[in-house]
């Protein structure tokens, strides 16, 4: 069974900083891509950021030089680094990945920028 448990949100003043965790149990994650995405109140959930197997990455405009996704095959952890935080950056943070034709999200953490 594959599980992916994200953590590392909390509340944080505008222009702060967090790292978020992917861990990712019952699979190896080196051969897989990963996404963070976000869902605000009210909003539609987006994509955020994204990493391949490679270790390419791609961000959402609104994020870009500000955020940075990446991986820990060793660990079989992905982060992303959240800098200059903003209050629209308010959301539940969530991973993803697809793996043998399953797509796999975790829970979600909360993220939560004060102005």
């Known amino acids: 069974q594959v599980l992916l448990v994200e953590s590392g949100g909390g509340l944080v003043q505008a222009g702060g900083s967090l790292r978020l965790s992917c861990v990712v149990s019952?699979?190896?994650?080196?051969?897989?891509?990963f996404d963070w995405s976000r869902q605000g109140p009210g909003k539609q959930r987006e994509l955020v950021a994204r990493?391949?197997?490679?270790?390419?990455?791609n961000y959402a405009d609104s994020v870009k030089g500000r955020f940075t996704i990446s991986r820990d095959n060793g660990k079989n952890t992905v982060y992303l680094q959240m800098n200059n935080l903003k209050p629209e950056d308010t959301a539940v943070y969530y991973c993803?990945?697809?793996?043998?034709?399953?797509?796999?999200w975790g829970q979600g953490t909360q993220v939560t920028v004060s102005s």
């Open positions: 019952g699979s190896t994650i080196r051969f897989n891509a």
């Open positions: 993803r990945t697809d793996i043998d034709a399953n797509t796999y």
């Open positions: 990493i391949d197997n490679s270790g390419n990455t």
